[in-house]
């Protein structure tokens, strides 16, 4: 069983348009988390929700809002995509425990073009 | 001055040698120190965890801590083809960070026959 999905893996389209990114654990995990990739490997974390509450918010454009309905899901909205959006999305989900491991989705390969 | 910053690369090494791979961090209050591999076009996955100064031993990996001079690293014994990727250190703060990791730029590391 996939711990953390994502969909979808890829997702070309025009800038200006408006995207959604979803993402799943079936860990049972409280926390979870957006990062960014961009083309040079760099991971940067975006935000984070523990059990549907916002608690971090890291510098992002406000094109960028995350909503999570519930503990296992967080999605991501992408409103008016600019080029220099294109980058690999994860999706991310802490056990809560003191080890603080994080697991990592699939990804999605976004490109605006 | 960046927070997390690891050896430049790439890192070449022959079949059977170790591989050496540094990171360096800037926050003293860190408290979490993990090691992931990422395969080309796949999500980073959690290799090695460490907390307390010292060695911490698993398998072919060793990663070493050092608090003090703000230092981790991790070592790939008996290197194979199959442990070239892009290795990313990342540090989290522990406390009420509620989980959040910085990464490192990466190392990526070729293992040739």
């Known amino acids: 069983d996939t711990a953390v999905s994502q969909t979808p893996k890829y997702l070309v389209t025009q800038m200006g348009n408006d995207k959604s990114i979803k993402c799943e654990q079936n860990?049972?995990?409280?926390?979870m988390y957006w990062y960014k990739q961009d083309s040079k490997k760099f991971l940067k974390i975006m935000f984070s929700?523990?059990?549907?509450?916002?608690?971090i918010n890291e510098t992002v454009p406000n094109r960028f809002s995350p909503k999570s309905p519930d503990k296992a899901h967080l999605n991501l909205h992408i409103n008016s995509l600019e080029l220099g959006d294109s980058a690999v999305y994860f999706c991310?989900?802490?056990?809560?425990?003191?080890?603080?491991?994080?697991?990592f989705g699939p990804g999605t390969r976004l490109t605006v073009l | 001055q960046k927070e997390v910053e690891q050896n430049s690369g790439p890192l070449s090494v022959p079949e059977g040698a170790i591989a050496s791979l540094n990171c360096t961090y800037s926050?003293?209050?860190?408290?979490?120190f993990f090691w992931y591999r990422q395969y080309s076009g796949k999500s980073p996955e959690l290799i090695m965890s460490?907390?307390?100064?010292g060695d911490k031993e698993d398998g072919r990996f060793t990663a070493q801590l050092n608090k003090a001079s703000q230092y981790v690293s991790l070592l790939i014994r008996d290197s194979q083809p199959s442990d070239s990727a892009t290795y990313l250190c990342?540090?989290?703060?522990?406390?009420?960070?509620?989980?959040?990791?910085?990464f490192g730029q990466g190392t990526i590391l070729t293992v040739h026959p």
């Open positions: 991310a989900s802490r056990d809560g425990s003191p080890l603080d491991t994080q697991y």
């Open positions: 860990l049972g995990h409280d926390t």
């Open positions: 929700y523990n059990n549907k509450e916002l608690i």
């Open positions: 926050d003293r209050v860190s408290q979490s």
């Open positions: 460490i907390y307390s100064n």
């Open positions: 990342a540090v989290g703060a522990g406390g009420t960070s509620y989980g959040k990791l910085t």
